[in-house]
């Protein structure tokens, strides 16, 4: 595997969403998106496996997101990302077993709908959750509103995980 090879891509559509607080799915100019909105942590959850081409290194998880009413050039959406390893009796799937979270910061452009690409890095092992080649995971994204200066939802468009 060459490096930065991606490892998996989710749009909007692969969404899980958690039982509360959670992330609306909806259209912009008929892209999909997930709105999160700016006075509440709101959070997206997606499941997948880890393709067996991964090599047990770090991840670099890019989101892609654009906002709804902010056109303040230089405000921010502060995202939390984090791992849960299911993989083989690894996670009882009646409860969340999360990794801590990691800030990714998304910049608002003076244009609204206009993207940005925020990036978060994780090494292996904890900070991973320890998820391996081959096993069922789910990463969440949560929308920090405390943590956000800009105005209107967050729009997500969606993530890429690439290994570094």
């Known amino acids: 595997m060459a490096r ?3 490892l998996l891509i989710f ?3 692969h969404n899980e969403p958690p039982a509360s607080s959670y992330a609306t799915i909806d259209l ?3 892209h999909p998106v997930l709105d999160f ?3 509440a942590d709101e959070s997206a959850v997606f499941s997948a496996v880890m393709p067996r081409n991964y090599n047990g290194g770090g991840v670099t998880i890019y989101v892609t997101g654009s906002w709804s009413s902010d056109t303040d050039n230089g405000h921010t959406t502060q995202l939390e990302v984090s791992f849960e390893r299911i993989g083989d009796g690894q996670q009882d799937i009646d409860s969340d077993g999360f990794a801590a979270a990691k800030d990714c910061t998304l910049t608002v452009d003076a244009i609204s709908g206009k993207t940005d690409v925020g990036s978060v ?3 292996d092992g904890a900070e991973m959750d320890s998820v391996a080649a081959g096993e069922l995971f789910r990463l969440k ?3 920090d509103a405390s943590g956000s200066t800009s ?3 967050f729009e997500l468009l969606s993530i890429e995980i690439k290994e570094t």
């Open 37 to 39: 909105d700016d006075s």
């Open 28 to 30: 912009r100019n008929q």
């Open 151 to 153: 105005t209107g939802d």
């Open 4 to 6: 930065e090879d991606t």
């Open 141 to 143: 994204v949560m929308c």
């Open 121 to 123: 890095s994780f090494t």
């Open 11 to 13: 749009t909007p559509l």
